[in-house]
């Protein structure tokens, strides 16, 4: 059975940092693609950022400079680093990964609550 295990959200206020983690579990994803996504209350889940399997990035323009997206194939996980947090990327974050190398994602983790005060 196939688990993604967000960890490390939380409160911070804004100009702050954290950093997500995202484990996975139940079969590698070493040659997946990664990402992760973000749903805010009363809006859609929207993209945030993705990794290939090759190293190639993606940001969503909202988070390009701030947001760092990384992975460790070897601890089959992948990271979101933060910076410079603003309220509005107040949201859920959820890691996903595809069974793939292509950006349709299969997986899916239960989501991290990120909360930016002002």
């Known amino acids: 059975q196939v688990q993604l295990v967000e960890s490390g959200g939380g409160l911070v206020q804004a100009g702050g940092s954290l950093r997500l983690s995202c484990a996975a579990s139940?079969?590698?994803?070493?040659?997946?693609?990664m990402g992760w996504f973000r749903q805010a209350p009363g809006k859609e889940r929207e993209f945030v950022a993705t990794m290939t399997w090759t190293g190639s990035t993606a940001y969503t323009t909202s988070v390009k400079g701030r947001f760092r997206i990384s992975r460790d194939n070897a601890k089959n996980s992948v990271y979101l680093q933060m910076n410079s947090l603003k309220p509005e990327d107040t949201a859920i974050y959820y890691c996903?990964?595809?069974?793939?190398?292509?950006?349709?994602?299969?997986?899916w983790g239960q989501g991290t609550q990120v909360t930016v005060s002002s």
């Open positions: 139940g079969r590698t994803f070493s040659r997946s693609t």
């Open positions: 996903a990964a595809a069974k793939g190398s292509s950006r349709e994602y299969d997986y």
